[in-house]
């Protein structure tokens, strides 16, 4: 009872510790961003709104939050000696590191150059200095680099088991500039989870605070001398994935996405483990840890560079590309796509075409419709006053689409100066591809 009454006052005060740190709300403001970039490129694109970058926020604030309690309650068992001074080396790292590209805010890069610096160190007499340098090499020195590295693998586990869970949920259609300024159809899975944690720590690893000296029910894995006493540290950090496919339906990219994450996991906490084993392994668990997420990026180029574009139109109608929320499309069981075959008993090639063939009954919608596996199926749904006046289909780009995808802002500098989220192509007034 005693320790049980120790680890939720030392979890409270963990707790207030979190939330006077800036790096939390500063994941918060990033994720906004984005998340708002995403919303004015839906509306630039097919002027509808698709998703709400308040709602998309909220829960990735409530679910960084559970993944956050299921990572703290892991690392309670692992062991770390993580302080303060080790979060704000990992987050002026990633801050540097998104100056030059936004996707290095993933906390594996900077874990990785940290672990790599620290190394470096060994060899330097710079910890032997009275200066501010030597003040900061101390610091570096202190980090507990390896226990930064099977951090890391444990929030990757985390995000594959989002990414898996949720990651179709966050895509969003787009018109996307193909082969010979061609427009194709694709979508951008973009996902971002803040995700606070908890850490037990020895208070041999702990900077300043409270402590308990009672006795752990348990002893975890790795660490100091446990028996000096122990105490939480609050570590804000950040988890998350962006990919862009023109060859899948978004929850097949999202199940690639997650399988390489959980390779990616399992591997580096590999590769940690060894490090803590021999220290001299140090280096080559860093190179793990940046060269591997790289290959994860380089996966899924590979893997879209292997197959045919799918959300483009054929011999057999209009492709779908993305689904209005709301809409008689939806209620009909319409899906990304599927293909467009005949409305209300006519052949629909044309966007001209499905305008027509939809208003050849006002009250009735009947549809022939191909599915994703090339086999025929019908809806057909009674059309009333107030409803959604139009079917709700987002269709893959023409030659008329006059709006298609920018490429995103590389670097924060980009974001902050919010660069358009789409590009125009062409002359004449933009044509709505929302039917």
Same mark, same amino acid.
């Given at each position: 009872m005693e320790t049980a009454l120790a680890m939720l006052q030392l979890l409270a005060e963990s707790v207030l510790?979190?939330? =006077?740190?800036?790096?939390?709300?500063?994941?918060?403001?990033?994720?906004?961003?984005?998340?708002?970039?995403?919303?004015?490129?839906?509306?630039?694109?097919?002027?509808?709104?698709? !998703?709400?970058?308040?709602?998309? #926020?909220?829960k990735a604030m409530l679910t960084g939050l559970l993944a956050g309690l299921a990572v703290s309650i892991a690392g309670?068992? =692992?062991?770390? #000696?993580?302080?303060?001074?080790?979060?704000?080396?990992?987050?002026?790292?990633?801050? =540097?590191?998104?100056?030059?590209?936004?996707r290095y805010l993933c906390f594996a890069y900077s874990a990785g150059i940290i672990a790599i610096m620290q190394w470096v160190l060994a060899f330097t007499p710079l910890a032997e200095r009275t200066d501010w340098i030597g003040?900061?090499?101390?610091?570096?020195?202190?980090?507990?680099?390896?226990?930064?590295?099977?951090?890391?693998?444990?929030? !990757?586990?985390?995000?594959?088991?989002?990414?898996?869970?949720?990651g179709d949920r966050l895509a969003t259609p787009l018109f996307l500039e193909g082969k010979r300024g061609k427009?194709?159809?694709?979508?951008?899975?973009?996902?971002?989870?803040?995700?606070?944690?908890?850490?037990?720590?020895?208070?041999? %690893?702990s900077a300043s605070g409270s402590v308990s000296t009672s006795a752990l029910p348990w002893?975890?894995?790795? %660490?100091?001398?446990?028996?000096?006493?122990?105490?939480?540290?609050?570590?804000?950090? =950040?988890?998350?994935?962006?990919?862009? #496919?023109?060859?899948?339906?978004?929850?097949?990219?999202?199940?690639?996405a997650a399988q390489g994450l959980l390779l990616y996991s399992i591997l580096l906490a590999g590769a940690a483990i060894a490090a803590w084993w021999q220290p001299i392994l140090l280096p080559l668990a860093a190179a793990v840890a940046i060269l591997l997420h790289e290959a994860i990026v380089w996966r899924s180029k590979?893997?879209?560079?292997?197959?045919?574009?799918?959300?483009? !139109?054929?011999?057999?109608?209009?492709?779908?590309?993305?689904?209005?929320?709301?809409?008689?499309?939806?209620?009909?069981?319409?899906?990304?796509?599927?293909?467009l075959h005949k409305v209300n008993g006519t052949r629909v090639l044309t966007k001209e075409e499905l305008y027509s063939a939809l208003a050849i009954n006002s009250a009735f919608c009947k549809l022939e419709v191909y599915n994703i596996e090339g086999e025929l199926k019908f809806a057909q749904k009674a059309r009333y006053a107030g409803e959604h006046h139009q079917l709700g289909v987002i269709l893959a780009p023409d030659e008329q689409a006059n709006y298609y995808a920018a490429s995103g802002p590389a670097s924060l500098v980009g974001l902050l100066r919010g660069m358009r989220a789409a590009n125009r192509r062409g002359k004449g007034e933009p044509r709505d591809s929302n039917l």
């Open positions: 510790q979190l939330l =006077i740190q800036p790096f939390y709300y500063i994941a918060v403001l990033f994720i906004i961003l984005q998340y708002s970039r995403q919303m004015r490129m839906e509306r630039q694109l097919f002027a509808v709104k698709l !998703h709400s970058w308040v709602n998309l #926020t909220a309670a068992f =692992i062991g770390t #000696t993580l302080t303060p001074s080790a979060v704000l080396w990992l987050w002026v790292v990633a801050a =540097i590191l998104m100056l030059i590209r936004i003040s900061m090499a101390v610091s570096l020195a202190g980090v507990d680099a390896v226990g930064l590295l099977l951090l890391v693998a444990l929030l !990757h586990l985390a995000e594959a088991i989002l990414v898996k869970m949720q427009l194709v159809g694709g979508y951008l899975l973009q996902g971002f989870w803040p995700v606070p944690l908890f850490l037990l720590v020895p208070v041999a %690893g002893t975890p894995l790795f %660490g100091a001398d446990w028996s000096q006493g122990w105490t939480f540290v609050a570590l804000p950090m =950040i988890i998350g994935f962006t990919e862009m #496919t023109r060859t899948m339906l978004p929850q097949v990219k999202a199940r690639h590979l893997a879209e560079s292997k197959l045919k574009p799918l959300y483009v !139109h054929d011999t057999r109608g209009l492709r779908i590309l993305g689904i209005v929320p709301g809409t008689p499309a939806e209620a009909m069981g319409l899906a990304a796509g599927e293909i």
